[in-house]
């Protein structure tokens, strides 16, 4: 066994990858493909660790840096990512080789580390551990006095270009727990999800409403926008927002409710409920890994 920092651009690797990837986690390599011709490129924010038995991978652990603010600070954390090792090379050490050697790339570069996953018991061994999480809830009066946001589309050329031009200069969602980058990530989880777009906030909402409860997961703004702005734009009236991140940047006023992610609930899958570790310092109190950047 060998395991070694591998770089997409070696002849063949992507290929071997990407086999090895769809076979712990079957259509994720359609997903990456699609969103590369979406201008999102897996490749360009990500670096394998790949362990191989007779010069085939066999497992690998990626990592891709985070720009996050963290309590108010600025800080790059490194994602672990697209863990698996193919089913007939389990339990001979694989896994663990390729987790040691992405580890010390992330000591030498991040004070920490996070990521999701549905087997939180093969990481604490390495010095992860659990974080609860919470979404922020609230009733809110109905309202619906502007134009309402329109349908955003990342296949639209335009839709896209707008999104890149925002997506470049995003603001943090939350001081206490916020992400501006890779956008990548992004497109990977939710090109397939409900998009739109509020032209005169310059703004692109992640959201889903059922009946009169909005679900908001993300806004990509230069300049967020604060809650009841969004509130007065959305395609129908609703009497309760769940915000699955921290609510200090949408000037919200909200209580904090327990909330697991389950399988689906990210684009690379898992098993059962997919809960967020991390190894590092991190912010204390209820916060929400923000589901497009779960991965």
């Known amino acids: 066994m060998t395991t070694s920092r591998r770089s997409w651009s070696e002849p063949g690797l992507r290929t071997q990858l990407m086999a090895l990837m769809?076979?712990?986690?079957?259509?994720?390599?359609?997903?990456?493909?699609?969103?590369?011709?979406?201008?999102?490129?897996?490749?360009d924010v990500t670096t394998p660790f790949v362990a191989s038995?007779?010069?085939?991978?066999?497992?690998?652990?990626s990592v891709m840096r985070f720009a996050m603010v963290l309590d108010g600070t600025p800080t790059d954390v490194g994602c672990l990512h697209a863990v698996c090792t193919h089913p007939a090379h389990r339990r001979r050490g694989h896994y663990a080789s390729a987790l040691r050697a992405a580890l010390a790339f992330c000591d030498e570069r991040y004070p920490a580390e996070?990521?999701?996953?549905?087997?939180?018991?093969?990481?604490?061994?390495?010095?992860?551990?659990?974080?609860d999480e919470h979404?922020?809830?609230?009733?809110?009066?109905?309202?619906?006095?502007?134009?309402p946001m329109r349908p955003f589309r990342l296949a639209d050329e335009a839709d896209r270009a707008v999104f890149q031009r925002l997506a470049s200069r995003r603001a943090p969602l939350s001081?206490?727990?916020?992400?501006?980058?890779?956008?990548?990530?992004?497109?990977?989880?939710?090109?397939?999800?409900?998009?739109?777009?509020?032209?005169d906030l310059d703004a692109i909402?992640?959201?889903?409403?059922?009946g009169?409860?909005?679900?908001?997961?993300?806004?990509?703004?230069?300049?967020?926008?604060?809650?009841?702005?969004?509130?007065?734009?959305?395609?129908?009236?609703?009497?309760?927002?769940?915000?699955f991140a921290c609510p200090d940047a949408l000037g919200m006023t909200a209580a904090a409710e327990p909330h697991v992610f389950v399988d689906g609930d990210d684009a690379l899958g898992g098993a059962g409920a997919v809960r967020l570790m991390v190894r590092g310092p991190f912010p204390e109190g209820p916060l929400m890994l923000p589901r497009p950047f779960r991965c």
């Open 22 to 43: 769809d076979a712990v986690f079957p259509g994720i390599a359609q997903v990456i493909d699609r969103a590369r011709a979406l201008g999102a490129a897996w490749e």
């Open 53 to 61: 038995a007779e010069g085939e991978p066999v497992s690998q652990v």
């Open 114 to 131: 996070l990521l999701c996953t549905a087997q939180p018991e093969l990481y604490e061994p390495f010095g992860f551990r659990l974080v």
């Open 135 to 147: 979404k922020a809830v609230a009733e809110v009066a109905p309202r619906l006095d502007r134009q």
């Open 175 to 199: 001081a206490r727990l916020g992400i501006t980058g890779p956008a990548a990530v992004f497109v990977v989880n939710e090109m397939d999800r409900p998009l739109f777009y509020a032209e």
């Open 205 to 210: 909402l992640s959201l889903e409403i059922a």
């Open 212 to 243: 009169d409860v909005l679900c908001l997961y993300d806004v990509v703004a230069a300049e967020l926008p604060p809650l009841e702005e969004i509130l007065r734009r959305l395609p129908a009236r609703v009497r309760r927002v769940e915000l």
